[in-house]
């Protein structure tokens, strides 16, 4: 079945990192995202990671896949005030090829200053 | 290159009436992705379409919804005789070929739906 859970909050410091894990059931996973969504907006592509890769850097944001235990997380290094907001993690399936998201419920950051 | 715009931004129906929801896709998409976020909850999938057709209605409920994307124009998302539990943010995704590939989902700002 199609299911992805993640914490449903965290809070950190600034200048801090902050690890959000989200783990997924469908082991046939192509791609798997992250999105950010600021209170009221719609939703940001931050980055994505292909099923058949481990790891991903792209300047503060780390993304990490554990494909064994379909585990996914993403590590934000040096959080500032600025990165609080909701944070969904993502998968896409192969299904037909319809291309359709399945969403965490996401995990909500909130950074202290 | 504008992004995806829809529009209303902030709907607010009273229970049976029509709520008609608008998005256009960034410019060279020809794949559109309506998704519905219930309050404090993640985004579901409802419909996928590529113009003129509909490739995926298997999130979409049965009844009162219905969406297009016309050959000319913005795609609809019409859901009729609202009722209290389609409040709701609905957004619309597009992507210029499948999406899962090397290319992905863009969002829209969304439609926030309120049903008195």
């Known amino acids: 079945g199609e299911d992805v859970e993640q914490s449903l909050f965290l809070s950190v410091r600034e200048g801090d990192s902050s690890v959000i894990n989200c783990t997924y059931t469908d082991s046939s996973s192509t791609y798997l995202y992250w999105y950010k969504q600021e209170p009221g907006a719609g939703l940001q592509l931050l980055t994505y990671?292909?099923?058949?890769?481990d790891m991903k850097q792209d300047q503060r944001l780390t993304v990490l896949l554990n494909k064994k235990d379909k585990h996914l997380s993403l590590r934000i290094a040096d959080t500032q005030t600025g990165d609080s907001a909701i944070y969904f993690c993502?998968?896409?399936?192969?299904?037909?090829?319809?291309?359709?998201?399945?969403f965490g419920q996401g995990t909500t950051l909130q950074v202290k200053p | 290159n504008a992004g995806v715009m829809q529009n209303p931004r902030h709907l607010v129906r009273r229970r049976g009436q029509e709520a008609r929801l608008r998005c256009s896709p960034m410019k060279g998409h020809s794949h559109v992705y309506w998704y519905r976020q219930l309050p404090e909850e993640g985004l579901k999938f409802m419909v996928y379409?590529?113009?003129?057709?509909?490739?995926?209605e298997s999130g979409m409920p049965k009844e009162r919804f219905s969406a297009e994307f016309p050959k000319e124009g913005p795609s609809i998302l019409r859901i009729q005789q609202v009722v209290r539990g389609d409040s709701a943010a609905y957004f619309c995704a597009s992507s210029p070929r499948l999406a899962g590939s090397q290319e992905t989902q863009y969002f829209g700002p969304g439609t926030r739906l309120l049903v008195l």
């Open positions: 379409l590529q113009k003129e057709n509909i490739i995926d």
């Open positions: 993502a998968e896409s399936l192969p299904d037909g090829n319809t291309g359709k998201l399945i």
């Open positions: 990671i292909f099923s058949n890769m």
